[in-house]
């Protein structure tokens, strides 16, 4: 049994390289962390959280005005710890805007952003924006009146733009008013453009990364 | 930045890495000490606090106070008290566009605004400063979100204070800063963290004084029925309110009876296979919103008369319709309407009296309605209210009228004529709730 496994872990090993990966993902030096270190690796687990909650969810959600409200009540009542996993999903958004946000403030305040880590940091705000659009295309899907209302102001406020705002508000909206359209169209956006923006730029953002290796907490010399 | 100073860092973090760590497993344990915490987070966030859902959306009810998620909270109050200032308080689009655009665009940027290579933050007073104000900003903004910016006696001096807090004392620090950046240049640290502390302190005083001077009004906050055996239970409630009088508390009336202006009217019998079977879901909420106005039935939606009820309120009558008449539908548990009565037991108001009255009597007593202005919408009035007031109901007293008219006694006045009549009108309530309300009244009404 055992020769068995070696065998099998040698075949793999001969193809894939697990001594690389080792090397350099996971055996990499890197200077003295604290816990304030740990907000990005916070931010991604939230984001897997968030991942396999939501792709659950789509299970039984339905992007339509006369179902989306009953589909949640079902989800909430009916499923087998239904409550419990849009409860994470709904408590891990929140969490996200927010550890995410402290992230920012965290590299903000070691100034990580400078030399060579300007990239990192301009994909790092990308992220932060993306995100928050997650948090305000979610808000409409389960179509109750807080999300209704709130999501009426909000992309009223879109419309102020000058000049293009009208434009901008129809393509949000689907048309002047909220409607089944605009419904469909916050789901796309949440459940496939967002999300796939997000998971493309996290892992340029892990790349770069990586290569730079993890900013030092600044001392005198600095 | 120049190639020698490129050097410099690559070597100091060289440096670091010498006297660092391994990423596993040294930044690794850390990293899963913390995704286990938020794990747990999460778990009892969503199993102790839970989701609050809101009812469902009703666009015809445009006086809904909309309420973002809570991120956005801020951007909305910074909205409402830029909309304050005169003149340029009415070019909506630089609240709205310019401020958050010229903000965003700085912070994504900065590493190329910042050009500075130092690190160390007593050598980054003024960024750090800036960010410290935008943040606490950003903070008591939140905090302010839901504080009205008009007391009630119509005074603008709540939102003048928060005007204060939020934005001017933020807009002159602002202006400071660049003013000693460029005039003091290296000796500006001091005056600019001086600055940035005093300006903090000022801005969560104001805050503060806005908070305390003008408490939150008080808010109710109404319970959503969030499971299909409290919808029904709401759509009973409302049924017994506002169609009862009409249709019967079963459904079956046909013609109607003692009720001013429709006496005789012929209507559906609304728990008659006819209707159920033929009529959906949308078109009997449609028919409850518009109502059949040529046939006498009043707009009970509130796009059709701004007293009425909500989209969610339709459904609901619509679902106990469904499940209480409709023999498709197998109705779930539904709780009993009260908590059923121990041996010598007293009931209360609030827990037995309140939620019968709401189903079996406000339909007709409440205001607006003939009933002789004996209104049974609160427990004072149920003591206390209408032409028969202090006869009512008194306090250990079985011939009050309330106790003998619900027996289906009538009262009469000394000339034999009938002063009030039997309770309800046209049936009559169960024995246990009879029982429930002679144990009140004698008991002497607990509330």
């Known amino acids: 049994m055992r020769a068995l496994w070696q065998k099998l872990y040698g075949w793999l090993d001969e193809r894939i390289g697990f001594d690389d990966f080792y090397k350099n993902l996971l055996d990499r030096p890197e200077p003295r962390g604290n816990w304030w270190n740990t907000l990005g690796s916070a931010s991604l687990f939230l984001f897997i959280m968030q991942v396999l909650t939501g792709i659950f969810l789509t299970v039984y959600y339905n992007p339509s005005p006369d179902h989306a409200y009953e589909s949640i009540l079902y989800i909430m009542n009916d499923v087998q710890f239904g409550w419990l996993v849009r409860g994470i999903h709904h408590w891990g958004a929140s969490l996200m805007v927010l550890v995410v946000f402290i992230h920012m403030l965290r590299t903000f305040v070691t100034a990580s952003y400078k030399y060579p880590r300007e990239l990192t940091w301009l994909v790092g705000i990308g992220l932060l924006l993306i995100t928050i659009g997650m948090g305000f295309t979610g808000y409409l899907l389960p179509w109750h009146q807080m999300a209704y209302w709130a999501t009426t102001v909000g992309t009223a406020i879109a419309g102020s733009v000058p000049f293009l705002g009208d434009f901008i508000l129809q393509a949000l909206r689907g048309g002047p008013d909220l409607s089944a359209l605009t419904l469909q169209r916050f789901y796309a956006a949440h459940i496939w453009i967002l999300p796939l923006l997000l998971g493309g730029l996290i892992g340029f953002h892990l790349f770069l990364i990586i290569k730079h290796g993890e900013s030092h907490w600044p001392d005198k010399e600095d | 930045m120049n190639e020698e100073t490129k050097t410099q860092i690559n070597a100091k973090y060289e440096r670091e890495l010498q006297r660092g760590e391994r990423f596993w497993p040294d930044s690794i344990y850390k990293d899963a000490i913390v995704a286990l915490g938020i794990f747990l987070l999460l778990v009892m966030l969503a199993t102790f606090v839970g989701v609050h859902d809101s009812p469902k959306a ?324 149920i003591l206390n209210s209408g032409d028969n007031a202090g006869k009512n109901v008194i306090a250990g007293d079985m011939n009050s009228y309330l106790i003998q008219t619900i027996q289906h006694t009538e009262i009469l006045d000394a000339d034999g004529r009938v002063l009030v009549g039997v309770m309800p009108p046209t049936s009559q309530l169960k024995p246990d709730i009879i029982d429930v309300f002679i144990r009140w009244v004698m008991g002497g009404m607990p509330e």
């Open chain 2, 58 to 381: 009703d666009p015809s009810d445009t006086s809904y106070i909309p309420r973002p998620e809570w991120y956005f909270l801020f951007l909305f109050k910074f909205l409402a008290l830029y909309g304050q200032i005169p003149i340029l308080g009415k070019i909506e689009w630089i609240a709205t566009v310019l401020i958050p655009g010229v903000a965003i665009g700085i912070l994504t940027l900065l590493p190329f605004i910042d050009k500075s290579p130092h690190r160390y933050y007593a050598k980054r007073a003024l960024p750090l400063a800036i960010m410290f104000i935008m943040v606490l900003g950003i903070v008591l903004l939140t905090m302010l979100a839901d504080y009205p910016t008009v007391a009630h006696d119509g005074s603008g001096l709540p939102g003048l204070i928060q005007a204060v807090a939020g934005l001017v004392v933020p807009a002159i620090v602002y202006i400071a800063f660049t003013v000693m950046a460029y005039t003091l240049r290296e000796r500006a640290v001091r005056a600019i963290t001086v600055t940035a502390a005093l300006g903090g302190a000022l801005m969560v005083a104001f805050t503060v004084l806005a908070m305390v001077a003008f408490p939150l009004p008080a808010q109710e906050t109404a319970e959503v029925p969030a499971t299909l055996s409290d919808q029904i239970s709401a759509g009973q409630d409302l049924y017994s309110i506002h169609c009862v009088e009409c249709h019967g508390d079963d459904g079956m009336v046909e013609i109607i009876s003692g009720v001013a202006g429709l006496e005789g009217k012929v209507v559906s019998i609304i728990n008659s296979r006819d209707v159920l079977y033929t009529v959906n879901d949308a078109s009997m909420a449609e028919i409850i919103s518009y109502g059949r106005p040529d046939s006498g039935m009043p707009p009970l939606g509130r796009a059709y008369n701004p007293e009425g009820l909500t989209r969610a309120e339709i459904d609901y009558i619509v679902l106990f319709m469904r499940y209480t008449w409709d023999d498709r539908f197998e109705a779930p548990y539904i709780p009993p309407l009260y908590p059923p009565l121990a041996e010598g037991e007293v009931p209360t108001y609030s827990v037995h009296i309140q939620p019968i009255v709401k189903r079996y009597c406000i339909s007709c007593h409440r205001p607006g309605k003939d009933s002789n202005a004996y209104y049974m919408d609160t427990y004072a009035n």
